[in-house]
């Protein structure tokens, strides 16, 4: 009997794992502002439908609050943006009062039209979960969502879809969520089509697209995103490769700078004398203040620099700087897409100690991928 029983165990434990879903991404906070979210919403929007629009029938609010789901707690889906919102929404709500005032309320002809607004919305790329429940709130919905007529579109739907929407601007704002959400921005710093270094190697934009038509389901996630996501995945293998090399290991330590109050042809004679392409710029208590490259001689203000200009006028006060500890893997994003050619290295009172160039990075992850 024992020796049935751990067989058995074994493949009940086994079923109940491949029942279990996996947790969503995001932490406490993310989850505690989609709740919160989610009842702001439909307070809004139960409020709207009882004080403006005379009260609205159950069966309307429960789509309502699916679209409130995906709204706060998933507000990156392609299935929660505005035009998905509206379009899905109103889109349906017009195919079902249509198929309830041709067909009555049979529960084919509800079936119908719930078939009927999913075609639509992918046709119109506004597939919203909700728009489906929305159509088949036309038809089933009684006589408090028949008497309506047409009406229940503008009204009840177009009204309290605008006002969910808006609530979800304000309140996504307000607490530092990103929608409507955008991809992140994959344009480089030279201003050029090409993608950024980064997106270069590993999974092309045409490998993600052959992977996406093979297999063959329509995921909720946007394609961009996805893209980013493998950029990201990537990158993060490879911080983990390099983590070992920090910038104290491959920096310049004997760095050449310049005083703040110094002539700019001082800092162009050592440019010129060292061979370098930028110097940091030290302040009174020797400490970084900026950097002037050879680029802000040429392009100050649009024009030349001035003879009797100090290099306070003609340095970036705004500097990225790196520390001795830390990971070139954190560099490498900031050398390849960010446009950085030369990056001071500080340490904790901001006194430089070390530079890091480009030729720096390259020769160490090539030394190190080797095996040197």
Request: charged share 15%.
């Amino acid at each position: 009997m024992r020796a049935l029983a751990q067989p058995v165990a074994a493949w009940l434990a086994a079923t109940l794992a491949a029942f279990r879903p996996h947790a969503l991404p995001g932490g406490r906070r993310d989850a505690l502002l989609g709740c919160v979210g989610v009842g702001l919403g439909l307070l809004i929007t139960e409020w709207l439908a009882h004080h403006w629009l005379g009260g609205a029938p159950l069966a309307f609010l429960l789509p309502m609050g699916a679209s409130a789901v995906l709204l706060f707690m998933l507000p990156a889906s392609p299935l929660a943006q505005p035009w998905s919102v509206l379009g899905g929404n109103v889109v349906s709500a017009l195919l079902g009062v249509a198929l309830y005032r041709w067909l009555g309320d049979a529960a084919w002809a509800a079936a119908l039209a719930g078939a009927l607004a999913v075609a639509a919305m992918r046709a119109l790329r506004c597939l919203h979960p909700p728009g489906g429940a929305m159509a088949l709130t036309a038809v089933l919905g009684g006589p408090g969502v028949h008497h309506l007529g047409w009406g229940f579109v503008h009204g009840p739907v177009l009204v309290n879809s605008v006002a969910m929407l808006l609530v979800a601007l304000l309140f996504h704002r307000l607490t530092g969520r990103r929608y409507p959400h955008q991809p992140s921005s994959t344009a480089q710093a030279h201003g050029t089509q090409d993608p950024p270094p980064t997106h270069r190697t590993g999974v092309s934009a045409q490998d993600l697209d052959a992977a996406l038509a093979s297999y063959g389901e329509t995921l909720d996630i946007d394609r961009d995103d996805l893209e980013e996501i493998l950029v990201r995945a990537h990158l993060h293998a490879q911080r983990r490769h390099w983590s070992g090399v920090r910038c104290e290991h491959i920096m310049s330590r004997d760095v050449v700078s310049v005083r703040d109050d110094a002539p700019a042809r001082e800092a162009w004679e050592r440019l010129a004398r060292h061979r370098v392409k930028a110097l940091p710029v030290l302040d009174a208590n020797s400490c970084l203040a900026g950097i002037v490259s050879l680029h802000d001689f040429f392009l100050h203000h649009g024009k030349p620099a001035p003879t009797d200009a100090l290099v306070r006028d003609l340095m970036t006060r705004e500097v990225i700087v790196a520390r001795p500890e830390q990971a070139i893997a954190d560099l490498v994003s900031g050398f390849s897409d960010g446009g950085l050619h030369h990056l001071p290295v500080v340490d904790g009172q901001r006194r430089v100690v070390g530079m890091v160039t480009q030729s720096d990075l390259v020769a160490a992850l090539f030394q190190t991928g080797r095996g040197g």
